[in-house]
């Protein structure tokens, strides 16, 4: 099991740029596959960016080249850099981890982005 821990959401202006991190309990981190996820009220959530336990990374068309998932296993953290902010990114950002020899899945509570002018 682990425990994830969101940050670093909050205001910015289009354009702009956040970086969100994912503080993760345990020892399953480093084997584990993570994802960051976002959700608008009254949508269903999206897959936004994940890497894997190898570090292989994936991304959706709409943030790619403008978003960077990445993670540090000595610090069980999880990151996603994002530039280039636009309005349509605005919503609660969750982290996901997804551990293969259990095949269970864990959530963080999320992280609030607003990107207005």
């Known amino acids: 099991q682990v425990q994830l821990v969101e940050s670093g959401g909050g205001l910015v202006q289009p354009g702009g740029s956040l970086t969100l991190a994912c503080a993760a309990s345990?020892?399953?981190?480093?084997?584990?596959?993570m994802a960051w996820e976002r959700q608008v009220p009254g949508k269903s959530r999206e897959l936004v960016a994940r890497?894997?336990?190898?570090?292989?990374?994936d991304y959706i068309d709409s943030v790619k080249g403008r978003f960077t998932i990445s993670r540090d296993n000595s610090k069980n953290t999880l990151y996603l850099q994002m530039n280039f902010l636009k309005p349509e990114d605005t919503a609660v950002y969750y982290c996901?981890?997804?551990?293969?020899?259990?095949?269970?899945?864990?959530w963080g509570q999320g992280t609030q982005v607003i990107v207005s002018s």
């Open positions: 345990g020892s399953l981190f480093s084997r584990s596959h």
């Open positions: 890497i894997a336990s190898d570090g292989g990374t």
């Open positions: 996901q981890c997804f551990d293969p020899l259990t095949s269970r899945d864990y």
